[in-house]
């Protein structure tokens, strides 16, 4: 028998979803770091990656300070 074996989330995309509660959800997390809501949500569900510089935007929406 063969059990599934689940993956840690990496850091962008725990900081991603830290980002996504401080903002109430993907409207206002996507206005914040001026994307769609479109392109956030396929950072979050793994589809696309999420680029280094909005990793930064994100990480300072998720510690409450803002560039």
Same mark, same amino acid.
């Given at each position: ?5 689940? =993956?840690?989330?990496?850091? @962008?995309?725990? !900081?991603?979803?830290?980002? /996504? @509660? &401080? ?13 769609? !809501?479109?392109? /956030? =949500? =396929?950072?979050?569900?793994? &589809?696309? !990656? ?8 994100? &990480? =300072? ?5 803002? &560039?």
């Amino acid at each position: 028998m063969q059990t599934a074996v689940m =993956s840690k989330p990496s850091p @962008q995309m725990t !900081t991603l979803w830290n980002a /996504l @509660q &401080r903002c109430d959800g993907e409207p206002a997390l996507a206005k914040a770091l001026g994307v769609t !809501t479109q392109i /956030l =949500s =396929s950072w979050l569900v793994g &589809r696309d !990656t999420l680029p280094a510089a909005m990793y930064l935007k994100a &990480r =300072s929406l998720a510690a409450g300070t803002r &560039r």
